[in-house]
């Protein structure tokens, strides 16, 4: 088990609603990465923050946004929402804002777009 | 940007023997390789990775093998346990991670 928590476990909303996601990094951790899993496909990478700025952002639209606090832990924020957003998130924490760090991984968040 | 395909996407293997995945990549100058298993319900857990200055790694039953040359990477899973069932991801990361999309492994007792 890594010390990464996300919450909630499952999400239902309804399309064209807002929703807010939240991460807890694994303790002494500074880096967050946010990922998008689609049912039977590997995760998508959406963005990292790392000391509280966006350090890299994968192919997802601005509806897609995200915050770090101070005690390093995450949001991502998705507006809009569409059916296609139905996926597992997750978020994956590491230490040091380069790619070639380990990262560990919470259990996501199901969220399901009606 | 980086393209990862990885072979194949489900393997059934009998309890005891071992379980080959293979994954390629693209783009020369992706750095890091690491493989992670994802059980139903739950996130996917680091169980192994490679850099691109090291050939190959071991870590008890699980080992990894990488050939930059040929741009594939290969994880290797010896006396294979049931508990080992699960889907396994490949990623290579160059600015950021690229995952394959998956190998579900069911181990037969």
């Given at each position: 088990e890594t010390g990464v928590t996300q919450s909630p476990t499952h999400l239902i909303k309804t399309r064209g609603q807002q929703v807010t996601l939240r991460c807890s990094s694994q303790s002494?951790?500074?880096?967050?990465?946010?990922?998008?899993?689609a049912l039977g496909q590997g995760p998508q990478f959406i963005f990292q923050y790392y000391r509280e700025e966006e350090n890299g952002r994968g192919?997802?639209?601005?509806?897609f946004s995200g915050l770090q606090f101070p005690n390093y832990s995450s949001e991502l924020n998705v507006n809009a929402l569409e059916l296609?957003?139905?996926?597992?998130?997750?978020?994956a924490s590491s230490l040091g804002g380069d790619r070639d760090h380990e990262q560990y991984f919470g259990p996501g968040t199901r969220l399901t777009v009606t | 940007g980086e393209n990862v395909e990885q072979h194949p996407s489900t393997l059934s293997v009998q309890e005891g023997d071992s379980a080959v995945i293979k994954c390629t990549y693209s783009d020369s100058a992706s750095n890091y390789f690491p493989w992670y298993k994802q059980e139903l319900g739950k996130g996917p857990q680091l169980i192994?990775?490679?850099?691109?200055?090291?050939g190959e790694k071991k870590d008890q039953?699980?080992?990894?093998?990488?050939?930059?040359?040929?741009?594939h990477f290969s994880l290797h899973i010896t006396e294979t346990q049931p508990e080992d069932s699960a889907v396994y991801f490949c990623a290579a990361s160059i600015y950021q991670f690229y995952f394959g999309t998956g190998t579900s492994l069911t181990v037969i007792p």
């Open positions: 002494g951790h500074n880096t967050v990465s946010w990922y998008q899993q192919n997802f639209p601005p509806r296609d957003d139905s996926a597992l998130y997750l978020c | 192994i990775d490679i850099r691109s200055n090291v039953r699980i080992a990894v093998t990488l050939n930059k040359t040929a741009k």
